[in-house]
DNA sequence: CCAGAAAGGTTGCATAACGAAACCAAATAA
DNA sequence: TTATTTGGTTTCGTTATGCAACCTTTCTGG
């Protein structure tokens, strides 16, 4: 009757949030990205209990998102930094951060520019290869062989 | 010691994750984009527990992702569907999917295609105002002000 | 060098969330 | 009319989360 985790549903998405899916794992990741990388800060700056925040960076770490790396003199002090599998998570992140903004208005003080240029991000959008903005309803889930799926039934 | 939320973080993300990020939520969401509608598809679909659904399919309508419409002759025939905020997390549930597809090989036998083309999507990126691909290290965080956020203090 | 603080946990306990199955009422199908 | 489907709710056992206390190793100040 353990909670039942997403691994083993063939489904990429779910495959995606059995690694990062759990509550704070994707703060964390968040957190990591503003440059944050000893245990303590991810502690105060998210407000999350030692326990937990001790459980999800070993899970990610496990999952190949972070690594731990020793920085003490003599061992036993670390830094938790995203691998490029946890740096590629940004574009999730900006997508969220943005959907967020969108419908609940702005929640952050914080703001993200391009450092070459100090303006702000286009919109993260999927897109077509020649670059059309594509929504939901422009899309088709087809199979391996291309036949649509009909689904909901 | 109720589990905590992330709607007073002052965090635009958090704000996201704490509308969309309990188990299941995304699943469901992702569901539905395939055109699930129906209670009982949703369970069969996702092999979800009723009560869950229950509870996820209720929090979603709560928060505007999606709605209940009653398509019953005399009530008590539902149907649960995308609003257009619901639908707007198209990207999200895109680069999750693709995120995973890169870093864990090719879990899902479904495939997106642009309904036009019948071409595969381009890779979901962060981009600026140019249009040019835009990594983390690529982007600063600024305040209200412009300054920028030193963090991990 | 020594005392004390800080880093990075672990443990124990209380409460909330999750999962499976049973149960139930209204609506539909046979 | 009866059976079945839909869309739940309830109950109960297990797991996850949150908080505080504790613990060991490493740094810091004197």
Chains 1, 2 share one sequence.
């Not at 997403?6 to 059995?18: H, K, P, R, T």
């Not at 990062?20 to 964390?28: A, E, Q």
């Not at 991000?121 to 889930?141: E, I, M, W």
Request: charged share 30%; proline share 2%; glycine share 8%.
């Amino acid at each position: 009757m353990t909670r039942k985790r997403f691994d083993e549903m063939g489904c990429s998405v779910a495959c995606a949030l059995n690694e990062v899916g759990d509550w704070w794992s994707l703060l964390v990741v968040k957190q990591a990205m503003l440059g944050t990388r000893r245990f303590v800060d991810f502690q105060h700056n998210l407000g999350i209990a030692k326990n937990i925040l001790c459980n999800r960076l070993t899970r990610l770490v496990d999952n190949g998102v972070m690594v731990r790396v020793d920085v003490g003199e003599h061992g036993k002090r670390y830094e938790y930094r995203l691998t490029d599998k946890g740096r590629d998570l940004f574009t999730v992140v900006t997508a969220l951060r943005q959907w967020s903004e969108r419908w609940n208005g702005e929640k952050d003080s914080m703001q993200l520019v391009d450092r070459q240029t100090g303006e702000p991000l286009a919109p993260v959008t999927v897109q077509n290869q020649q670059g059309q903005t594509l929504t939901v309803r422009d899309v088709r889930f087809v199979d391996e062989d291309g036949k649509p799926l009909e689904e909901a039934g």
